[in-house]
């Protein structure tokens, strides 16, 4: 019976050490192919994206890499600091927290949009 114990006691502490290992997630890349900066900021992870500016509305905005990947950024609150005094085909640099991706829909912050040097 002890044996028996034992045996199912390391057949769950191994199961839940494997659960745990596989449910980790890789947070901030998204696989872009630009140029991207992260730096930690209390809980939340600061991330910058470089590419031209296509199209600007009122809810949202889509920057384009060199690559050629479109990436879609809302906005719900108010416009970014500095996307008003960028132009429909400048280079820009989006700063942000979340995670984009070409695929799937913006989850996180715009902090701001400025012109790239």
Known sequence: MKKRFAMLMLLTAMTASMITGCGTKN???????????QEA??????????????????????????????????FDKEKPEGLDKVKVGDKVTVTYTGTVSEVDPFMGEVLSVTEAK
Do not use: H
């Open 41 to 74: 900021s209390g809980s939340e992870e600061t991330a910058s994206f470089t590419g031209t500016l296509d199209e600007k509305k009122d809810f949202m905005f889509i920057v384009t890499d060199d690559a050629g990947n479109s990436y879609e950024f809302t």
């Open 27 to 37: 947070s901030g890349d998204s696989g872009q192919n630009s140029q991207t900066t």
